[in-house]
């Protein structure tokens, strides 16, 4: 049979083409200039133009196809993709060694590993192909991120299988945006108006869930892999990582062995001190047992290895100074004053600004215009003024609102300085985009630049106005067409009938957060009832306290009572919410402080109220647990006042069985 020419000449070049995407994007060692390399690409795709039979799913120009549907469908990990032990200080990895020698004997190698601060990722190969790329989620069920996962050029569509290994298997590593990348994203977003990502882990996995692959595949993320399920003929971890580079998967170049811990200690110290030359983010480096027959001996607690642990770097702090202390105003009028720095590289990203809380905080700093000041930022967390070297205490709010001029005064017992003007346009643009929020009632498309518009147009004075919008109004506004006006108009009528708590926390009454109207809501059923409701009624609703009791009822008495009328005027018809389920964790009360690492806080909250417990936003001595996540702030602090019992993120999902 007669080979058709254009297969012979595909198939070079795609061979080709995969060599030098493997020498660019994988060893970083291109031989080819950009030029040289589009042109082989130009011709590839014009022959498969020509002869659209012979394309096949695994050419490099088809990484970019098929579409994503807006929900990512959940899969389920062949086994679970787990999450490390955590290590601190020296004493605590000292502790592990120990640990780990009583339990595997003397003899032992450990393999170090940067820990890449992105977003876990498992890979799927059958008979050689990429077949599913899927999300950690949490950690039995991720989601499926093929379409998007394909158009990382790290990422291997066709692969030759090593040896040993069955026609399926799983590897898993980490998907990150490179430094330079983010940082230039992020400029792009903010010049087209848009929120920039808070760092560079939060940008990867938005961009991993893009709906649109194209998105995607323009944000360069990059790979690093470093498991193998099932291992094959690999024995140890080294093998393993030799084995995935071996059929050019991308594997961390800086990887070492040592036979004793004062190696692995060595190793966490040169990182620190080099970190800032990688084009990524660590958060401390991974300490594996080498050998897999030790790994298996020592097996597993909870949700994690035994034979691993991460021995994490502190918060990375720089010295900068504060060119200016600006006060923005927010929802309820309360004026946070941030502080703009000279530009600084903390932990690879560009800090500007700081938050400085209030008033009493800048003082106890001694933060002022001009100071030389210490900043530090932590994995998810805002940055913030640690020290001031030279404090300087004396600054003082302005007496007028920045935004409306309006007067600004502090109502004791609170610490915060509010403008107490109610037409404040900078509150009432706040109040909107509380409303519109996640959590709240949830308008997807209803963002900033929109909302600005619709105030300046007068159309919105208050959230009742969404409701009464009309498509043509919407058509005529910057960047809004027939089909986007059309789309918009729908969501606002989706949320019409949100459930009643979700609708509590939209009106943003003082002090109630998302899990205190999840409590009103059950407490009173319709928005009626809580209405009415006085403050001895108040009080009684468990995690509901005096001030906050005199807080609701003045809501409801004032314009916080008008506002709701006028939304179910407006046809709003919030939704009871059904009676708390029985379950494991009935009557429990828990309080979550912190960022958690495998889901957001309104979705661990929502698992424990499937469970019949409930979530509360304030720690008293009522609180039965309090789960305490990265960062965990002053509840932590009470929690620990008042000897209630502090879980982490582990010991709750294990209290849960998961
Ligand atoms: S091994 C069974 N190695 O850290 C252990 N994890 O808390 C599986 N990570 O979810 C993880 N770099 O996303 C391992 N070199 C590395 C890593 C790494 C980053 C992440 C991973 C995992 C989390 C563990």
Request: aromatic share 6%; charged share 25%; net charge negative.
């Amino acid at each position: 049979m007669k080979v058709n020419p254009a297969t012979r000449r595909l198939e070079q070049l795609r061979a080709e083409i995969r060599r030098h995407e493997h020498l660019y994007y994988v060893l970083d060692q291109p031989e080819l200039t950009d030029a040289q390399y589009d042109a082989l690409f130009l011709e590839l795709r014009q022959l498969e133009e020509q002869h659209p039979d012979l394309v096949e799913p695994d050419s490099p120009t088809q990484r970019v196809g098929g579409t994503a549907s807006e929900q990512f469908a959940k899969v389920r990990h062949r086994s679970p993709m787990l999450s490390l032990q955590n290590a601190f200080d020296v004493e605590e990895v000292l502790a592990f060694d120990r640990r780990v020698r009583a339990l595997a004997g003397r003899s032992l190698v450990y393999v170090c590993e940067l820990k890449i601060d992105g977003l876990a990722m498992s890979l799927t190969y059958d008979h050689g192909k990429l077949v599913r790329a899927a999300t950690r989620g949490d950690g039995q069920v991720g989601e499926d991120v093929t379409a998007n996962v394909r158009t990382l050029r790290s990422v291997p569509l066709a692969i030759e299988p090593l040896a040993g290994l069955p026609v399926t298997f799983e590897v898993r590593g980490e998907v990150y945006f490179p430094l330079a990348a983010f940082e230039k994203l992020n400029r792009d977003m903010e010049a087209a108006g848009r929120q920039p990502f808070m760092n560079p882990r939060n940008a990867a996995a938005g961009s991993v869930r893009q709906i649109d692959p194209g998105v995607t595949a323009g944000r360069n993320l990059q790979t690093f892999m470093y498991a193998l399920d099932p291992a094959g003929r690999s024995r140890s971890q080294w093998e393993v990582l030799e084995g995935l580079a071996a059929m050019d998967l991308r594997v961390n170049p800086n990887r070492a062995r040592f036979e004793n811990i004062e190696g692995v200690i060595e190793y966490h110290h040169h990182w620190q001190q080099h970190r800032h030359e990688l084009d990524h983010e660590i958060d401390g480096v991974v300490v594996k047992i080498d050998r897999h027959d030790q790994q298996q001996e020592l097996g597993f607690v909870a949700r994690s290895p035994r034979w691993a642990v991460a021995y994490k770097y502190a918060a990375e702090q720089q010295e900068t100074q504060v060119e200016e202390i600006v006060c923005y105003v927010g929802r309820t009028g309360v004026l946070t004053p941030v502080a703009h720095l000279r530009p600084v590289i903390v932990g690879g990203v560009t800090v500007r600004n700081a938050t400085l809380h209030n008033e009493a905080l800048v003082n106890q700093k001694g933060v002022y215009p001009g100071a030389t000041v210490v900043v530090q930022r932590a994995g998810d967390v805002i940055p913030e003024v640690v020290s001031v070297p030279e404090p300087k205490p004396g600054w003082k709010m302005p007496a007028k609102c920045p935004v409306c001029g309006g007067d600004v005064v502090r109502e004791e017992p609170y610490i915060a300085h509010r403008c107490i003007n109610p037409f404040c346009p900078a509150q009432r643009l706040e109040r909107l985009r509380h409303f519109a929020g996640r959590g709240a009632m949830d308008i997807d498309g209803l963002g900033l630049s929109t909302l600005q518009q619709l105030i300046q147009r007068e159309l919105v004075q208050d959230p009742s106005d969404l409701y009464r919008l009309q498509v043509e109004q919407l058509i005529d506004l910057d960047r809004f067409a027939v089909k986007s006006a059309q789309k918009l108009f729908q969501r606002l009528q989706e949320s019409r009938d949100r459930p009643l708590d979700r609708f509590l926390y939209a009106l943003g009454i003082p002090q109630v957060g998302s899990a205190t109207a999840e409590l009103l809501a059950r407490e009173f059923n319709t928005l009626e009832r809580l209405a009415e409701a006085d403050e001895a009624e108040l009080i009684n609703v468990e995690g509901v306290g005096a001030s906050m009791a005199a807080e609701i009822h003045r809501f409801f008495a004032g314009t916080g009572g008008e506002l709701a009328r006028r939304l179910l005027d407006a046809g709003v018809r919030p939704q009871p919410v059904a009676a708390a389920p029985q379950g494991a964790l009935s009557g429990k009360i828990f309080v979550f402080t912190g960022t958690l690492e495998r889901m957001s806080r309104p979705e661990a909250e929502e698992l424990v109220r499937q469970l019949g417990g409930k979530a509360t936003g304030g720690v008293s001595a009522r609180t039965h647990y309090v789960v305490a996540g990265e960062a965990a702030g002053s509840k932590l602090e009470k929690a620990q006042r008042l000897k209630l019992r502090v879980l982490d993120e582990e010991a709750f999902f294990a209290l849960l069985g998961r």
